[in-house]
């Protein structure tokens, strides 16, 4: 005689908590939480139900909704932000086995997970050392070279994929991004006639802007081909030929030296840990004295936490991407020679940035299923969704950091901050 199963999403109601908002169906016919419930997960298949369980911390609901066999109805942001607090991910295997058992048994075996998921850590090593030129080209060709269209369908018209700087709380998402290049450029004092090296350019937005409404000579490098060609176009298209360029390449094969600015924004979270002195050493030696360096990027609220990115992330959005404290950048940058000018923190607009992207890529959900595939646009979709809620809740930060290469003790520095 053999036990009979419970309900599966009675079951999964009770783990989630009581008076969660949260509605579940299951394939076997069960439902629980509140009839009326804004959001609904639909556990369609075994193969879901094992994701769920026996997927370490949160890679458990991205690999069931990534491949489709679980789906969500209502917000995604709002369905996350009732996840988060039920805490699935902390149950210990000893719990997901009786978990599991008690669900259905015949779900409790070994599931590849979807395509879109990048190889662990230790198969990945097969490219290289972490960090490595043709690691790093590897990892950066997962996540940017994947089309053009989605991301201007996601970015919109600026085609900057890093946290833009909100003027005022109703501020669009391109003139939000507007602002940012411009908060960026009065930083580093760009005037017409200067020379700025943006290292992980992107689509180009930094140095176009430079160019454009400062008369800079501006030089951007990024990993991926697909950006460098989108670039070049844009700047052509621009009328911007003779002042701006845009390489494929990598930022440590740029031999030209005495640049007046360089700005690395979104770049410094795919250096890793301990590269981060040579990279600082590398763009110190490529000022001219008195140039002053914006280094714009995501880091941990602590300088205690692990750097490495895991699961979800590491997984699907960057692979081998590491995080640290804003302090421990700093403590870098001065120990490199750097004189810290200023620093700030724009975690909040990256939140908005990112509820911009979020419903840009709703907008344009068919477009991108159609060009991306389902499973690929589900990614970018949780990836939004889940930063955005790592933002507010304080799990991760974005800092702005400016350091100035002195001489002699000049820093060319206004008394006061101009910008």
Known sequence: MTRATEPIAGVLGKVLGAGRPVGIVAYD??????????VRLDIRSRKALSYLVTSPGELGLARAYVSGELDLHGDLYTALHHLSRA?????????????LR?????????????????PAMLRRALTGLRHSKRRDARAISHHYDVSNAFYEWVLGGSMAYTCAVFPHSDATLDEAQYAKFDLVARKLGLTEGMRLLDVGCGWGGMVRHAAKYYG???LGVTLSRQQAEWAQKAIADEGLSDLAEVRHGDYRDITEDGFDAVSSIGLTEHIGKRALPAYFDFLFAKLRPRGRLLNHC??????TERARAAGFIDRYVF???????????????????????????LREHYAKTLAGWGANLDAHWNEAVADVGDGRARVWALYMAGSRLGFEQNK????????VRTADGDS????RPTW
Do not use: C, Y
């Open 29 to 38: 016919g069960s439902r629980s939480g509140p009839p009326d419930a804004h």
């Open 87 to 99: 805490h699935i991910g902390d149950l210990t295997w000893a719990e997901r086995m009786r978990l």
């Open 102 to 118: 008690s669900l259905d048994p015949k779900a409790l075996r070994l599931v590849e997970p979807p395509p879109e998921e990048a």
């Open 216 to 218: 800079v000579q501006a």
């Open 298 to 303: 995501i880091t941990r609220p602590t300088t």
């Open 319 to 345: 692979p081998d991407g590491e995080l640290v404290g804003a302090g421990h950048l700093i403590s870098i940058m001065q120990n490199t020679g750097f004189e810290i000018r200023h620093e700030e923190n």
């Open 396 to 403: 991760i930060q974005l800092h702005q950091v400016l350091g």
């Open 412 to 415: 060319g520095m206004p008394l």
